[in-house]
């Protein structure tokens, strides 16, 4: 009993280690998901000049931010994830096959583990910077 | 008794890791192979030419989708297609026709394809701590459906005249001549194969160019079927038809004259075939096949053009009601000038022809055979 004591804060290291890097691959999947929807959405809607309309673009940026069209009230699909974290690059002109790509940029910060407050040292973190982003064809 | 324990903790939590990092890898391929079928899936056009442009757009080198940790510093593997199949059944029994090294679909099935399976490589994910549990390696492969939807109540893109026709639903391929009718008065008298001039909001005012723009085709709008349209005024008997023609050939790479550098090539770019005349079953199997002399390489389904039909009678110029919409092949450029001024040489492209957008509303009356690009699963 004495030993588990001794080892009760290593056991939660433990712990706390692998529920931050199960939350860190559940952010990624999710990022790569939501990607997927705004690229789908801006798919086949119409452009002007090579570029989307502004309220299309608002309203793929809120598909991704928080899976609804608009975002007021609305939980994010990742802490903090913002607009400013989205990169949409339209079709652009010109004829034939074009191609719409939504991109997050997204800062990972660690909630429960967090290293680099732990032990004071920047290095050691689990801050990556995830960058999913999907591909699509414009389908008009 | 607790190091013990710790061992298979340690374990766990590898396993663990080592999940995630296969689900992670699977969310990847499947938004790769996701955007490979609808990008295939908009080439489905009933034809052979439509299962090869198919096959080309999924393997595109220029659809570029990554599967994994995509973190700064460490490049993501990409995603291939490495197989594309056709079908036109999503029964568990269907038969599914392998076309990535050639067409194996025997003639005549082609016209009934309505869908496209889509394979990802095998992508090979290491095991980093459950080798015992998981194996050294997981190869993961993941497969995408798209293909026709149901017809569309709402077409997008669609050419700004509408058509009378006493028999609403021509078979596939049959040939037809719309004529040109004149818009004076408050009323217009449609017979069969007769069209009006649409007037479109995108394009206000009422000249010869506009007209002339229409026919060219112009992009971003759209209409519903049971919504009424608005006849345009500007195509009267004399100079209509010469903008009528002048607009549509260029779809074969034919200039346009008179117009300043409004009817450019960049902006309405001539279709990729630029034979005539043809049949619709030509045109989809791209045979005969002369590519646009001026402007190569052109763009696919430039001569399709989906038009609302509706029923001969008497109308108010200002409430043209649309029936539905049907896809059409405009079999030879237009005449400029003489009797058969303005005459459009049109064969039927048949059933779920898929256009690029427009949308479905369960309440709306009617329906259209026109279909756009969805996944199935």
């Known amino acids: 009993m004495l030993e588990f004591a001794f080892l009760l804060p290593f056991l939660l290291l433990f712990f706390a280690a692998s529920v931050e890097m199960g939350r860190m691959f559940y952010t990624y999947t999710t990022l790569t998901k939501t990607t997927e929807v705004g690229a789908r959405y801006l798919s086949t809607k119409f452009l002007s000049a090579g570029a989307y309309s502004g309220t299309d673009t608002t309203v793929a940026t809120n598909l991704v931010v928080c899976g609804r069209s608009a975002c007021t009230g609305q939980t994010r699909v990742a802490q903090n994830l913002d607009a400013a974290n989205v990169t949409i690059t339209p079709p652009g002109t010109g004829t034939g096959t074009r191609y719409v790509t939504v991109q997050v940029t997204y800062a990972y910060q660690p909630l429960l583990f967090n290293l680099s407050n732990l032990t004071g040292r920047s290095g050691l973190s689990l801050n990556f910077t995830f960058t999913p982003s999907t591909r699509m064809r414009y389908l008009l | ?377």
Do not use: H
């Open chain 2, 1 to 377: 008794m607790t190091a013990v324990l710790m061992v298979g903790l340690v374990l766990v939590i590898g396993l663990s890791i080592d999940v995630s990092r296969l689900y992670m890898a699977r969310a990847g391929l499947q938004n790769a192979a996701d955007a490979a079928a609808l990008a295939a899936a908009r080439e489905l056009n009933s034809g052979t030419s439509g299962l090869a442009d198919a096959v080309t757009q999924a393997m595109s080198a220029n659809l570029i989708n990554k599967y994994g940790f995509n973190r700064t510093g460490v490049t993501a593997p990409t995603v291939t297609i490495v197989k594309v199949e056709f079908s036109n059944s999503l029964a568990a029994n269907a038969t599914w026709y392998d076309n990535t090294n050639g067409n194996t679909v025997p003639a005549g099935v082609e016209a009934s394809i309505r869908y496209v399976r889509v394979t990802t490589q095998l992508a090979v994910v290491n095991t980093l701590f459950a080798g015992r549990v998981l194996g050294a390696n997981r190869n993961e492969q993941r497969t995408a459906i798209a293909g026709a939807s149901v017809g569309l109540t709402t077409v997008c893109n669609f050419f700004p005249i509408a058509v009378s026709l006493t028999n609403p639903y021509p078979a596939n391929g049959e040939q037809l001549t719309f004529t040109f009718t004149n818009v004076s008065g408050s009323t217009v008298t449609l017979v069969n194969n007769g069209y009006v001039v649409l007037q479109i909001p995108e394009i206000p005012g009422t000249g010869l160019p506009e007209t002339a723009k229409l026919a060219a085709g112009i992009t971003s709008m759209s209409a519903s079927i049971g919504s009424s349209l608005v006849a345009s005024q500007s195509a009267n008997g004399s100079n209509g038809t010469r903008a009528i023609a002048d607009g549509a050939n260029l779809r074969f790479d034919i200039p346009a004259n008179g117009y300043g550098n409004d009817l450019n090539a960049t902006n309405y770019p001539p279709d990729s075939n630029t034979a005539q005349p043809l049949s619709s079953t030509q045109y989809l199997n791209r045979s005969p096949f002369t590519p646009p002399p001026i402007n190569p390489p052109g763009q696919d389904d430039r001569r399709v053009l989906v038009m609302p039909i509706l029923p001969t009678g008497t109308y108010s110029t200002s409430a043209i009601p649309t029936v539905r919409f049907g896809a059409f092949l405009l079999r030879s450029q237009v005449p400029r000038t003489g009797a058969t001024a303005g005459n459009l040489s049109v064969a039927y492209l048949g059933d779920s022809f898929p256009i690029g957008c427009g949308s479905f509303d369960p309440t709306a009356g009617g329906g259209s055979t026109l279909s756009k690009p969805v996944l199935y699963k």
